[in-house]
């Protein structure tokens, strides 16, 4: 299984950015977008299921967008009004229906004047 990231980058805050995530193998169960910031543990920001139920961090609540496309084995999270402290490294995640979880690489998301 691998999962590739891609749509990082350096935007100004109240910007906008759409990260995609390509999973090879069969469909998920849970897909979701973590990130870490420096110095910093990783953090949930959204989590999607293979019916579409989705949950968001409080902090990004309204401001992100999870989405998957079960076809295409793809997650996507559009991210508006960013901030300065959204900057972080973004990493994708998947969860088998068989429990077994996977990680892709991250891709950095920089917010900055």
């Known amino acids: 299984v691998q999962l590739q990231a891609s749509g990082g980058g350096l935007v100004q805050p109240g910007g906008s950015l759409r990260l995609s995530c390509a999973a090879s193998g069969s469909i998920f169960r849970d897909m979701a977008w973590y990130r870490q910031a420096p110095g910093k543990q990783r953090e949930l920001v959204a989590r999607?299921?293979?019916?579409?139920?989705?949950n968001y961090a409080d902090s990004v609540k309204g401001r992100f967008t999870i989405s998957r496309d079960n076809a295409k084995n793809t997650v996507d999270l559009q991210m508006n009004s960013l901030k300065p402290e959204d900057t972080a490294a973004y990493v994708c995640?998947?969860?088998?229906?068989?429990?077994?979880?996977?990680w892709g690489q991250g891709t950095l998301v920089t917010v900055s004047s």
């Open positions: 995640y998947a969860m088998s229906w068989r429990g077994s979880t996977y």
């Open positions: 999607i299921t293979s019916g579409g139920n989705t």
